[in-house]
């Protein structure tokens, strides 16, 4: 197998399906920064931990690199509008939506199949990316079914299989 690029490994990589998530925290000037992500992963049970990461070049990065708290919505199949809503660089994510403030003030969007409210442990440096890890100090589950991405599209759940 040969690797080809970047191109060529985000292709390959995209055969693994993931849910799909949005980071939101506060930003050093108070107002609210988030972002659609699918890098969300449980690390530890006992104590609770998650790991998400973020791109050097991503438009709120300094947000989350100061952030003391974050939270992680998992997005529930309807809720395509609100995964491409975060995924864009605009600085209006939040306008006409009604989000609530969480633990440290951390935005709570309205809609999500669950959601993580994190404290920041560790932020490790992993290409160019840098890996979060946060303990969960609350968190919520509606138990709706999960939005999927898979090969660069969105998919409902599938029935499960025997």
């Given at each position: 197998m040969t690797l080809n690029g970047p191109d060529d490994f985000r292709k390959a990589y995209g055969c693994f399906a993931t849910g799909v998530a949005v980071a939101t925290t506060v930003g050093a000037d108070g107002e609210p920064a988030g972002m659609t992500i699918s890098s969300f992963n449980s690390v530890s049970l006992e104590p609770p931990l998650v790991l998400w990461s973020i791109a050097h070049d991503a438009k709120c990065?300094?947000?989350?690199?100061r952030a003391d708290y974050f939270a992680i919505h998992v997005l529930g199949?309807?809720?395509?509008?609100?995964?491409?809503?975060?995924?864009?660089?605009?600085?209006?994510?939040?306008?006409d939506l009604d989000w609530a403030q969480g633990l440290n003030g951390n935005p709570i969007l309205p809609e999500f199949a669950a959601c993580f409210e994190c404290s920041t442990e560790h932020r490790y440096e992993g290409g160019d990316h840098v890996i979060i890890v946060g303990r969960v100090r609350r968190f919520e589950d509606r138990e709706l079914d999960p939005l999927i991405f898979y090969r660069g599209a969105y998919h409902g759940k599938r029935s499960p299989t025997s």
């Open positions: 990065f300094d947000a989350f690199m199949e309807k809720q395509q509008d609100l995964s491409g809503r975060f995924a864009t660089r605009d600085n209006d994510k939040f306008v």
